[in-house]
Structure formats: C-alpha cells, structure tokens
C-alpha cells in the first residue's frame, strides 16, 4: 500500500494549517486581482468577438440561382 508524504501544510484530514494560510496570505490580493484580470480581459475578447461577426449581414456574398427543375421531374 503506497503512502502518501505527509506535508507540514495539512493535517492529518488533509485540510489547511494555520502556517499555509499564513504562507499564502501575502499572495492572496495579487493573486485574485491577476485572475479577475485575465477573466476580464477574456469576456472583453469574447463580447468584441461577438459583437464583430454579428454585424456582418452578409450582403456582398453572391448566392447561387436553385439549380432548374427538369419538366419530367427525375
């Protein structure tokens, strides 16, 4: 049975210590404001996208005549 490395980070339920919270306090604000940067810019990407191709109506594509009926109609 392999066993898996105990960390000093997590106690023996696997949660959080009181010394990784600690750790990750001083990242914690610069790290949600990276994210909700990145997940900005990607919704700004999405709506200009959409927005964009939805403005194209299309009008300068040629569309081909139906093709004509034969009168014995194969």
């Known amino acids: ?3 898996i490395p105990r960390s000093s980070y997590y106690d023996k ?3 959080q210590s009181a010394a990784l919270i600690r750790a990750r306090r001083p990242y914690l604000v610069k790290n949600a404001l990276t ?3 990145i997940f900005g810019f990607c919704m700004g990407v999405y709506v200009f996208t959409l927005k964009a191709v939805s403005q194209d109506e299309f009008e ?5 005549d139906a ?5 014995q109609g194969k």
Not at 60 to 64: N, S
Not at 67 to 71: L, R, V, Y
């Open 1 to 3: 049975m392999a066993v």
């Open 67 to 71: 093709p004509a009926q034969s009168p």
């Open 60 to 64: 300068d594509v040629k569309v081909p």
């Open 13 to 15: 339920h696997y949660k």
């Open 35 to 37: 994210g909700l940067g």
